[in-house]
C-alpha cells in the first residue's frame, strides 16, 4: 500500500539551531516529491519538488533532498517565522494528479 | 491577488442543511483540486478536474458531495444534508502541466 509517514509529528528549536524533518515513502514508483508549508488556519504553500533520487533544492534556510526511500528537509539556523507545519507528498508513478500526503511535521522554533 | 480564492473563509451551518463553498484558481491553470483537511492530519483527496472535465472523484466521498467547474474556470462544492463529520477545512488547489499545485486559503466547515 502506497504511504507517506513524516518524523518527528512535532519539533522544537531554539532560534539558530539547525535540525532535520524526515519523509519516508513506499509508492509504486515515484512520479515527484513535494514539500509544503501550512500556517495554522492557512491552507498550504509550495515549497520543493524533488523527481529523482540525489536531488536537492534549497529556498533561504531550507533544502530538500532526496533518496530512493525518503527525503529531508533541512533548516539551517532557523528564525521564529519558520514556525508552522512542514508538509510532505508524493506523486505515484501511476497518478498523472493524485498526491499522498503525509501527516506533517509541526515545527516550533523558540526565540 | 493573482492566486487561488476560496469562498467563504468560514462557514458555519446546522447538521442537514446544504452548503456550497467556490474556488477561483489560477487563470492560467487547467488543473483543479478539491481536498479535506482536518486537524493534525494532511490533505486528503477529494476531486479532480481538468478544463472542465471531473476525471476522478475519491471513493471515500460520498454522494451527497458534489463538484462542478463549468466552462474550466471556477470551481463549486456542494455538501448536502451535512453531518457533524463534514466538519473539516476544505481546500482548494490548482495547476499547470508541471504538477506543482498552489493552494487556497480553504473554507473552514463547522456542522453543529
Known amino acids: 500500500e502506497d504511504q507517506v509517514t513524516q518524523s518527528p509529528e512535532a519539533l522544537r528549536l531554539q532560534e539558530g539551531e539547525s535540525s532535520s524533518l524526515n519523509c519516508s515513502y513506499t509508492?509504486?514508483?515515484?512520479?515527484?516529491l513535494f514539500w509544503y508549508r501550512q500556517d495554522p488556519g492557512k491552507g498550504p504553500e509550495f515549497l520543493f519538488t524533488l523527481y529523482s533520487a540525489g536531488e536537492e533544492k534549497e529556498k533561504e534556510r531550507l533544502k530538500a533532498t532526496l533518496t530512493k526511500k525518503e527525503s529531508f528537509l533541512h533548516i539551517t539556523a532557523p528564525k521564529p517565522e519558520d514556525s508552522a507545519t512542514y508538509l510532505c507528498?508524493?506523486?505515484?508513478?501511476?497518478?498523472?494528479?493524485?498526491?499522498?500526503w503525509g501527516a506533517g511535521t509541526k515545527l516550533i522554533i523558540k526565540p | 491577488d493573482t492566486g487561488v480564492s476560496q469562498n467563504p473563509r468560514h462557514k458555519i451551518t446546522k447538521r442537514g442543511q446544504n452548503v456550497t463553498f467556490r474556488c477561483d484558481p489560477i487563470s492560467e491553470h487547467n488543473r483543479l483540486y478539491w481536498y479535506r483537511q482536518t486537524l493534525g492530519q494532511g490533505p486528503e483527496f477529494l476531486t479532480y478536474f481538468q478544463n472542465e472535465a471531473q476525471l476522478e472523484k475519491s471513493r471515500l466521498l460520498s454522494d451527497r458531495f458534489s463538484a462542478e467547474r463549468p466552462k474550466g474556470s471556477f470551481s463549486t462544492l456542494e455538501i448536502q444534508r451535512t453531518e457533524q463529520g463534514d466538519s473539516a477545512m476544505y481546500l482548494c488547489?490548482?495547476?499547470?502541466?508541471?504538477?506543482?499545485?498552489?493552494f487556497g486559503q480553504g473554507t473552514r466547515l463547522t456542522v453543529v
Open positions: 509508492v509504486s514508483g515515484l512520479r515527484g
Open positions: 507528498a508524493v506523486q505515484e508513478g501511476g497518478s498523472n494528479y493524485q498526491l499522498i
Open positions: 488547489a490548482s495547476s499547470s502541466k508541471t504538477a506543482e499545485a498552489f
